[in-house]
């Protein structure tokens, strides 16, 4: 990524705790605009927190303490009034796929429709989109009125894509998609996202390393909280990394 | 291996696995004895309610006012009655108590306050009913200068019952997934819309359920209005909440402790409508909640 490009996101000595106890440690990093920035490491590395800290989730978990600064194209999302307005510039897509409990149809509408676009020919055209970027269409469009909670685990996980994506998000962030979801599936996502890098910025959370090399441009480790090393992913899979950790790590050494 | 050769050793019951089923067949007996006794009593009430009141319900019992002391005529303006006091509660009690349970469950921080509020409202549901009596008279009748009427005795009913519909519409809250409310919130819908368009949709069937239960047992409760707004004896029906009222649970403690002469069958008879009161609403919240369960999303 070459120095002209855009900061979409600049995260700066970011530390949070839950009642005392340490889940990041002064994270700083920048994300660029249309990259996909990928953060690797093990179980409570902090990982989910970062995230929560970006469309700013954290702030519905009550004894949670943040300090530092998360800036979207300049602007503190801390000194944000309207948090909603912040979070349909970020689609969030966790680890278990959540469908809503209603229609396919008005699981992907529901974004829109909350943010006040009722227009059904619009809306209409917008689910199908969505749909079918998240590579689910062809599987639902013959039932769009079915349940969204009675979709299998990879199909939900792909709604919940389309959903994120309904938004038209700037910021499209995954925690550990791929968890709930098959093989097959995963790869079809990983293709829709390789597909959206040109039109939305990634943070890709994700516990499989060989994800992180074959989608990111750079890659990030965590550990215990604490920024270990971001680079971009020619250096980070190679033995020339910066800090020996990372590449223990990525060889699957520890962690 | 061919047919008839099969090896049965494999699954043949062990002495200790012969022991754990013995205990369990015991166990079981005396969970389903517990069950039937449970049974016993309400069936001796129904059956001892039908065979000595079944003879006094007739249309002139349920259609006509009590005549000649009491010992005469029928229960209309105790029926009538009882329909206002549950009725008027209920527009008071319901509204407030759904909205301070969704203030509780969605909105109230963690913290102290929030404790002590929901330690009171648990204790307020274990207050006797003749203590909130006290208190009808005390607040409404007196205080607010409310006199004897349908609106002081409703109010106490209502005050009665609100700690319960809070608590369970809190419970039906809280039995909707705390990951709906997080996707939702995620996808930039405010607390409100997520509480509107997902939490509500998906909990209707708890609150309307705990809200009914509550209503039955307005109808049959008898200190709470007895001193407030219910009548002993009224010629006339009400006519507005101001106006006193007779109500089924005081006609029968009238008409079996207070009056000579009244015949035999008036108190069972009494009683028996009073309970196919209740259970017509308990059956009506049951089928409710049968109806929005099957519609249940997840």
């Given at each position: 990524m070459s120095d002209l490009a855009k900061k979409k996101i600049e995260v700066s000595g970011l530390s949070v705790s839950y009642g005392g106890v340490t889940a990041l440690d002064s994270i700083s990093l920048d994300v660029y605009e249309h990259e996909i920035l990928s953060i690797i490491g093990p179980a409570n590395a902090g990982k989910t927190t970062f995230l929560n800290c970006i469309n700013r989730m954290i702030d519905s978990i009550p004894d949670a303490r943040v300090q530092?600064?998360?800036?979207?194209?300049?602007?503190?999302?801390?000194?944000?009034r309207d948090v909603n307005a912040l979070r349909r510039r970020i689609g969030m897509v966790f680890p278990l796929p959540v469908g809503l409990p209603m229609s396919i149809y008005d699981n992907v509408a529901y974004a829109p429709r909350m943010a006040g676009k009722t227009d059904?020919?619009?809306?209409?055209?917008?689910?199908?989109?969505?749909?079918?970027?998240?590579?689910?269409?062809d599987e639902v469009k013959d039932r769009m009125g079915d349940l969204g909670t009675k979709l299998s685990g990879g199909q939900q996980q792909r709604l919940t894509i389309a959903r994120a994506l309904s938004m038209e998000p700037e910021i499209l962030c995954l925690?550990?998609?791929s968890i709930a979801v098959d093989p097959v599936t995963t790869m079809r996502i990983e293709e829709v996202l390789k597909?959206?890098?040109?039109?939305?910025?990634?943070?890709?959370?994700?516990?499989l390393v060989q994800q992180a090399k074959r989608l990111a441009d750079r890659t990030a480790l965590f550990l215990d909280g604490k920024l270990i090393e971001l680079d971009s992913n020619e250096i980070i899979f190679s033995r020339r990394t910066a800090d020996q950790r990372t590449f223990q790590y990525v060889q699957g050494l520890f962690g | 291996m061919s047919r008839g050769e099969t090896e049965h050793t494999d699954f043949s019951a062990t002495p200790m696995t012969e022991a754990s089923h013995s205990r369990q067949k015991i166990a079981r007996a005396f969970l389903g004895i517990a069950t039937a006794l449970l049974l016993l009593p309400?069936?001796?009430?129904?059956?001892?309610?039908?065979?000595?009141?079944?003879?006094?319900?007739?249309a002139e019992f349920l259609l006509e006012a009590p005549t000649a002391g009491m010992t005469a005529g029928g229960i209309y303006p105790a029926i009538i009655g009882t329909l206002w006091l549950i009725g008027?509660?209920?527009?008071?009690?319901?509204?407030?108590?759904?909205?301070?349970?969704?203030?509780?469950?969605?909105?109230?921080?963690?913290?102290?306050?929030?404790?002590?509020?929901?330690?009171?409202?648990?204790n307020l549901a274990g207050v006797p009913s003749i203590v909130h009596a006290l208190f009808g008279v005390g607040a409404f009748v007196l205080f607010l200068g409310l006199g004897t009427s349908i609106l002081s005795a409703s109010l106490t009913l209502a005050v009665m019952t609100l700690p319960v519909i809070i608590a369970s519409t809190k419970e039906a809250l809280a039995s909707v997934p705390v990951a709906f409310r997080h996707a939702s919130w995620t996808l930039g819908a405010s607390r409100w819309q997520t509480i509107w368009h997902i939490v509500l949709p998906n909990s209707v069937s708890g609150?309307?359920?705990?809200?009914?239960?509550?209503?039955?047992?307005a109808a049959g409760e008898t200190a709470p209005i007895m001193f407030t707004g219910a009548a002993f004896y009224l010629p006339f029906l009400p006519q507005s909440v101001q106006d006193q009222c007779m109500a089924l649970s005081m006609h029968l403690f009238t008409v079996s402790t207070q009056v000579p002469n009244v015949p035999e069958a008036f108190p069972y008879a009494t009683a028996l409508v009073l309970l196919t009161l209740v259970v017509t609403f308990n059956f009506f919240s049951i089928g409710l909640r049968t109806y929005l369960r099957a519609r249940r999303k997840w």
């Open positions: 530092g600064t998360v800036k979207i194209d300049g602007d503190d999302v801390r000194q944000v059904k020919t619009r809306l209409d055209e917008l689910v199908e989109r969505c749909l079918r970027q998240s590579a689910l269409f925690d550990e998609f597909e959206l890098r040109k039109e939305v910025t990634i943070v890709l959370v994700t516990n | 309400l069936f001796a009430i129904i059956g001892l309610l039908v065979t000595h009141g079944m003879s006094a319900i007739t008027v509660s209920l527009a008071v009690a319901a509204p407030i108590g759904i909205m301070a349970g969704i203030y509780l469950n969605e909105y109230a921080p963690e913290n102290w306050v929030t404790r002590m509020i929901n330690l009171a409202i648990v609150i309307l359920t705990g809200v009914i239960l509550q209503v039955s047992r």
